[in-house]
């Protein structure tokens, strides 16, 4: 099957690129949507009571073609929607907002698809780990002090506020909401999107474009397989192993800016005891002696990330845009020693194309010996020799098709190389597999943009 459309890739490109005028006529404003306008009027409707409807729903097939653990194509689908309240029409709670929204995930494996690569910091953010509803945001948010203060509580992931761009979700591999979402999780006990936990942000915003960010939430990883819809342990503390408490500040140029950036620096820190990669409380190597891993203190960090927009020509339509960031961990005790990220965003890469853009990666981990170690240990208890990389790089590569409001079709492909394997489905790691490339496509659906509706938007962008 993935083989069969991978051909089929490049040749959508070609025909996005060599007519435009055909694309153009389909994209002429983003206003105007293309669904009927009783979804319109209804909509605006809504928002005129204030409620603001918020959804999107994407189809994706996805595929490891050579390399990796296992060569698969699978395809799973997402849906998200909610509204965001505006209590000061509602109710007359001048500055007050409700957030509400659900996502919904299902088909390809319910494991997910790192088993298939083999990597574990490629985690594909569309998918698993296990196929259910889950609440992901019910928040009560606060603007004060003509919004220079803004508090945030409820049930939510402050992977939508720290670490965070509006650029990382446009890749399919590796990020979204987050620098790293596998250092953000894994380098913690705190699940990211779409699992929400208890938790609650300040931001204080002491002149313009420049904010100091506080936060705080449970740490409980066992939300990301038993939370789901909030019943049956979804809303209580059970299970939960500390707090995860981070801090972040930063500078944003106006959005009015010809050449806008955004620079921010961040430290995290949780408080749940982490258990030894390698060795057992007693010494010994847990894949000899099967035990428990010593237990040791909790895990933290810093990071620092920058967008910044490098070209865009007064008269052009054309935009580009360099993002980079760096994590390093500075307990000693994580799965992830450090990350690196450098990429670029270029939208309207060709004549008639505006609203269509390319994404671009590279990214570097290295990873905690006494986690490469133990595989090795692995290795060696089954007989067989070798080493795992304790270094791993990825490249990706996304072309993103707007074919009318509200819809697109976004053909990717990611290279891989010294797969890590630290991937709980995989029971015997294996050294020879040194790269692994993989792809697919992605067709999505945004509600607002189709319906061309207004997003409930904040006075500042940060």
Request: glycine share 12%.
């Amino acid at each position: 099957m993935y083989a069969r459309i991978v051909p089929i890739i490049p040749i959508i490109i070609m025909v996005f690129i060599i007519a435009p005028d055909a694309n153009a006529s389909l994209t002429a404003d983003l206003k105007s949507g293309i669904l009927p306008n009783i979804a319109t009027d209804t909509g605006n409707a809504l928002i005129n009571s204030g409620i603001y409807p918020k959804a999107f729903f994407d189809d994706t097939l996805y595929g490891n073609a050579a390399g990796g653990v296992r060569r698969e194509a699978i395809v799973f689908h997402e849906a998200y929607f909610g509204a965001d309240l505006d209590m000061n029409r509602i109710a007359g709670l001048s500055g007050t907002i409700v957030r509400f929204a659900v996502d919904s995930r299902f088909g390809g494996n319910p494991q997910g698809v790192n088993d298939m690569a083999g990597s574990g910091v490629s985690y594909f953010h569309g998918s698993g780990p296990n196929n259910q509803t889950r609440l992901t945001q019910l928040e009560i948010e606060e603007h004060l002090a003509d919004d220079r203060l803004r508090v945030s509580v409820g049930r939510m992931q402050l992977s939508s506020f720290f670490a965070t761009s509006r650029y990382y979700c446009l890749f399919q591999l590796g990020m979204c909401a987050n620098l790293n979402p596998m250092t953000w999780s894994s380098n913690s006990d705190a699940p990211f999107w779409p699992v929400s936990v208890w938790a609650g942000e300040m931001t204080v915003i002491p002149r313009r474009n420049t904010y100091l960010r506080f936060g705080g939430e449970e740490s409980n990883s066992t939300q990301y397989y038993n939370g789901g819809f909030p019943w049956g342990d979804g809303w209580s503390l059970h299970g939960a192993s500390g707090a995860h408490v981070m801090i972040e500040a930063g500078y944003e140029t106006a959005d009015s800016s010809r050449l806008p950036g955004r620079y921010d620096v961040g430290a995290y820190e949780d408080t749940s005891p982490v258990g030894n990669f390698r060795y057992d409380a007693n010494g010994g190597r847990i894949a000899f002696t099967h035990d428990a891993g010593r237990m040791q203190s909790g895990q933290n960090g810093i990071y620092a990330q920058f967008e910044q927009t490098v070209w865009h020509p007064r008269r052009g339509q054309q935009l580009l845009t360099l993002l980079g960031g760096l994590v390093f961990d500075t307990s000693g005790h994580s799965l992830q020693k450090n990350y690196f990220l450098l990429g670029f965003i270029w939208e309207g890469l060709f004549p008639g194309h505006r609203h269509d853009f390319l994404a671009f990666k590279a990214t570097e981990h290295h990873l905690n010996r006494n986690a490469t170690d133990y595989l090795d240990d692995e290795i060696m208890a089954s007989g067989r020799s070798g080493r795992m990389s304790t270094h791993e790089q990825t490249l990706e590569a996304d072309y993103s098709i707007r074919l009318v409001a509200g819809v697109r079709l976004t053909p990717f492909a990611a290279f891989i190389f010294h797969p890590d394997q630290q991937v709980y489905t995989i029971t015997q790691p294996n050294p020879k597999i040194t790269h692994s490339f993989s792809g697919g496509l992605q067709l999505s659906f945004s509600l607002g943009e189709a319906a061309g509706l207004t997003p409930f938007g904040l006075s500042r962008p940060y």
